[in-house]
């Protein structure tokens, strides 16, 4: 007679996102149509008659006659009695009427789901649960995702109570259960389920993908959590918004749209506009000679460091995160400056789809130079000699000529910038990718191609980018998955022999007055040192070509062991390696000078044809220049993580080993006396002079990582971040640093007198942290002296100039890390049911131990070079704001977001010497120097 209570699981999945908003459409028709029929079948079951004439009977036997003449099923548990005695003398009486007269007076209770009344029996009022133990018995089951996998560590917790457990490596479970506890099966990135025990002993749920609730999977260093329990200050992207901007790297693509990265991209050239990024700001001096890389964030893509963020195929990237706080203290030695995190696209179980996606983009000069015409610039130098009383330049008569136009070959009008740089230029990308998988092999390939065409007119600067990237994740056993990914990129720019700021420059200096090109097309004469800036913008003059390839292979294995629930073991092996070539070749170039001799003029004396005289300008012969280098790093990184939940606490464990190693040499040779430009081969050249030079480099770092993630009622979160780097460039005493975090948060929303006095507030969140990181500029072995060789000796009596050895650096005994401490206090909010939200960020930094000269102590005129030392002093402060809407509008969906930053730095000692006016100080106030 008992019977089981059969629940569905129902999901809709589109196979293709762009049938997105159809697919929302027959959600909300499907659940419509749920709605209507569940109504329908409530007014079905109200209008039903029966007949009953039976006395004293049991109610198990009642219940049978109700389901021959209804149709309906009764499920009930033991808590009801069966054995009751009941007299029934009914004729065409409506089914809900009896029902109601046989449980009068009980404490059963009756629902009508479907074609099943089920029955329960009504708790008393102010019985504590716990006096109902008695009556729990165990229940078990098994969780699966939507492709029927096992859902390995969700979390299935009995309402209103600690009692708990999590899925096993088969997704199965079991726990004791009273009828009517209700069992909640949570896992990150899926809908929770709630299930209400009646008669059930075993359970079978399907969890489904919630797609917001991935969104808010973040990733931080070395693993991944929750964005509503997030303790740092870390900012997220979605790879679906960065793919939108149609940028033509990543970091314009991310510009104002992640709080606290600044991005400044200082030019425009092809190959050469990577944007700068600046976390929080500028927290340190850098290096004074203007290179930006100790102010940039360590860049981590997918898991290994010092990866270019500005080749990566933007449609590859699956999310970005930032961190900007003490959470950026997972990464140690190297996070002083933020940390930027890029996880790349995976493949997913299903049919293999191919995606292509191209855009085309037009550009032009923000600003340039605007520079005075022939006629403006021989009339203003006329007035001036005239006010001056010199002997005049230009007549009259000139002047009218040069504003006419009239007479091309002697009174021309050049405009040098219109000569030089277009109007519009072009940048176009490609991006093809198959992702897919079988039999639980999950594939993801993509090719990318990028190319920026030059901006001037003579075609002479170009970029183009190809670039490959595949990722095949294996499982070999249930306990047992391995992954290889691969990434290679092939980059090629070109460029003039003449660097553009010089030529920009030299188009301004050049009078308009003289021609960049005659009027039957041949190159103009030189306004000074062989110089025509259109000329020298072409490869007449010779060019300098870049290539770069990078080949990046990870090999990775995860291991789930089945007798240890909640522990994952995790390696990887990386090797990185980049070849690259430069090749510069310089030639003399070819200009034309008037020979007035020959010039064949019409009736009114103007220039009509007249011969030019070819010269070879610039080099006297042409010379190559060619530089080979090669960078290779390899990782190795071993893990352990292990997480559970017991009750109202949820705890993880992180720790890692990890082993970097690189290495480097670089090679370079120079000819010149080349008799042609034809063979652009050293060995063309002359042995005279010739020159050749290499270097090698190299660096290590090791470091233990640990992390401690706590949560009680996930309400009140803690995570503890400690790390131990030790870097090759420091004394072996003193080549280790220890870089702790605490970082600290409250769901203040999540409490009881939250939710009563404060329920138009979804979620507030109220965080701090503190953090110590570092970072080690400069080059190895500074603490050691450092020798150099020289030739231009000449001893004996033979006068054969020997090598030479001197000292070309002093040693720093003392170096050690530049070290940052970091505070941060902030709050996440949303609010009116989460059409709005609002984050801000409060920081203060300090950072200490800057590499920095003793400017003050010894001046650069005393002919002294002793070595950097750790000295300088840098604070820096802000805050930050992200507020956004968001709201659907039928099949529309709004989102308006905005985010304003604001860091201010301060640099409180460098050594500086004194200046000749106050203004012109780095530094707040006068330090005196000691030594």
């Given at each position: 007679m ?21 697919t ?21 079951f ?32 033991s ?18 009427e ?65 009692d ?16 009517g506890?209700?069992?909640?099966i949570?896992?990150?990135g899926?809908?929770?389920?709630s ?10 749920i ?26 740092g200050?870390?900012?997220?992207i ?19 749209r ?10 425009g050239?092809?190959?050469?506009d ?19 890389k100790?102010?940039n ?6 898991g ?77 130098i ?18 009218e ?33 198959i ?32 670039n ?12 047992l ?18 660097e553009?700021?010089?030529l920009?420059g030299?188009?301004?200096l ?9 009027p ?5 004469p030189?306004?000074e040192?062989?110089?025509?800036p ?11 070509r ?32 980049n ?13 034309y ?21 070819p ?23 071993v ?14 464990v ?6 970097y ?6 090679f370079?040779a120079y000819?010149?006396?080349?008799i ?58 003193s080549?280790w ?10 769901r ?17 969140k ?56 970091t505070?941060?206090v ?37 002919g ?13 402060k ?9 709201k ?44």
């Amino acid at each position: 007679m008992r019977k089981k209570l059969l629940r569905g699981f129902y999901t809709i999945k589109s196979p293709n996102l762009k049938h997105l908003l159809r697919t929302i459409q027959l959600s909300v028709i499907l659940l419509f149509t749920c709605v209507i029929c569940s109504y329908s079948s409530n007014i079905e079951f109200q209008k039903l008659e029966i007949s009953i004439h039976e006395k004293d009977i049991n109610m198990e036997q009642v219940f049978s006659i109700i389901e021959k003449q209804t149709g309906y099923m009764f499920i009930f548990n033991s808590q009801i009695d069966l054995s009751r005695k009941v007299s029934v003398d009914v004729e065409n009486k409506l089914v809900t009427e009896v029902l109601d007269e046989l449980f009068k007076k009980t404490t059963i209770k009756y629902v009508v789901e479907g074609s099943h009344i089920v029955l329960s029996v009504e708790k008393a009022k102010n019985v504590p649960v716990n006096n109902q133990n008695s009556s729990k018995r165990k229940i078990t089951g098994t969780v699966t995702d939507e492709r029927g996998d096992a859902v390995i560590g969700a979390n299935v917790i009995i309402k209103g109570t600690t009692d708990g457990t999590i899925t096993d490596i088969d997704g199965n479970f079991s726990l004791d259960a009273s009828p009517g506890d209700i069992v909640e099966i949570r896992y990150v990135g899926y809908v929770q389920q709630s299930i209400t025990i009646n008669n059930q002993t075993s359970l079978a749920i399907r969890l489904m993908e919630d797609r917001q609730a991935l969104s808010e999977v973040v990733v931080v260093g070395y693993g991944v959590q929750k964005k509503e329990n997030l303790v740092g200050a870390v900012a997220a992207i979605q790879g679906a918004e960065i793919a939108s901007a149609n940028a033509f790297d990543v970091g314009n693509a991310i510009s104002g749209r992640i709080p606290g990265a600044i991005v400044i991209q200082g030019s425009g050239e092809p190959g050469k506009d990577e944007a700068q990024i600046l976390i929080r700001g500028r927290s340190t001096l850098g290096d004074r000679k203007g290179d930006s890389k100790p102010l940039n964030p360590l860049v981590v893509i997918d898991g290994i460091p010092d990866r270019s963020l500005y080749e990566i195929d933007p449609n590859d990237i699956e999310n970005i995160s930032v961190l900007k706080d003490a959470s950026a203290a997972i990464y140690g030695s190297r996070a002083a400056n933020g940390v930027i995190l890029v996880t790349t696209k995976s493949g997913a179980d299903k049919k293999a789809t191919l995606s292509y996606q191209f855009s085309h983009g037009f550009k032009t000069a923000t600003k340039l130079p605007e520079l005075a015409d022939a006629g403006e610039y021989s009339q203003y130098i006329s007035d001036y000699q005239t006010y001056q009383g010199l002997s005049r330049l230009y007549s009259d008569r000139d002047v009218e000529l040069y504003k006419s136009g009239v007479d091309p070959w002697e009174h021309p009008n050049t405009d040098w910038m219109s000569d030089l740089i277009k109007k519009w230029t072009t940048e176009s990308r490609h991006s093809l990718s198959i992702n897919g998988g079988m039999e639980k092999m999950r594939y993801y390939v993509s090719f990318g191609y990028k190319n920026n065409e030059a901006f001037y007119k003579q075609e002479s600067t170009s970029y183009k980018q190809y670039n490959l990237r595949a990722k095949l994740d294996m499982p070999i056993t249930d306990w047992l998955e391995t992954s290889v990914q691969y990434g290679g990129f092939m980059t090629t720019r070109k460029y003039p022999i003449t660097e553009t700021a010089r030529l920009l420059g030299w188009a301004t200096l050049v009078v308009p007055t003289v021609p960049a090109f005659w009027p039957t097309g041949e190159p103009g004469p030189d306004f000074e040192g062989g110089v025509n800036p259109v000329v020298n913008t072409s490869f007449e003059a010779g060019y300098d070509r870049q290539e770069n390839y990078k080949n990046e292979i990870t090999f990775r294995a995860s291991i789930k062991p089945p007798m240890i629930e909640g522990l994952s073991l995790d390696a990887f092996f990386n090797y990185d390696v980049n070849n690259y070539n430069k090749k510069i070749f310089k030639k003399p170039w070819t200009l034309y000078y008037p020979m007035y001799e020959t010039a064949v003029r019409n009736a009114d004396g103007f220039i009509t044809d007249m011969e030019l005289e070819p010269r070879l300008r610039g080099l006297d012969s042409p010379d190559l220049t060619e530089e080979n280098s090669r960078a290779r790093k390899t990782m190795f990184n071993v893990s352990f993580n292990y997480g559970r939940t017991f009750g109202d606490h949820t705890f993880s464990v992180f720790g890692s080993f990890e082993q970097y190693n690189e290495d480097s040499f670089m090679f370079d040779a120079y000819r010149k006396y080349f008799i042609s430009n034809l063979v652009e081969a050293l060995s063309a050249g002359g042995d005279k002079d010739k020159t050749n030079s290499g270097e090698l480099g190299i660096y290590a770092r090791r470091s233990w990582i640990s992390r401690l993630n706590y949560s009680f009622k996930d309400r009140y979160l803690l995570e503890f971040i400690y790390r131990r780097d030790g870097s090759l460039k420091f004394p072996p005493n003193s080549r280790w640093g220890n870089f702790p975090a605490i970082l600290l948060a409250w769901r203040a929303s999540e409490e009881a007198f939250w939710k009563e006095s404060l329920s138009f507030i979804d979620y507030f969140k109220l965080r701090g942290t503190y953090g110590k990181m570092g970072m080690d500029p400069g080059d190895p072995f500074q603490y050691i002296n450092k020798y150099a060789l020289d030739a231009g000796l000449s001893l004996g009596m033979s006068k054969d100039v020997v090598t030479k050895i001197y000292q070309s650096v002093l040693a720093n005994p003392n170096i050690t890390w530049e070290k940052q401490t970091t505070y941060n206090v902030g709050f996440d909010s949303q609010f009116a049911n989460q059409i709005f939200h609002l984050n801000t960020e409060f920081f203060y930094n300090r950072r200490s131990d800057i590499l920095v000269k003793k400017n003050a102590s010894v001046p650069s005129f005393t002919g002294l070079a002793l070595p950097d030392e750790n000295i300088g002093i840098v604070d820096n402060k802000g805050f930050e704001i992200d507020a956004g809407f968001h709201k659907s509008f039928g099949d529309i969906r709004l989102d308006l977001t905005g985010n304003i930053s604001l860091a201010k730095n301060k640099v409180k000692f460098m050594d500086e010497p004194e200046r000749s006016v106050p203004w012109q100080r780095e530094t707040p106030a006068t330090h005196t120097a000691q030594s």
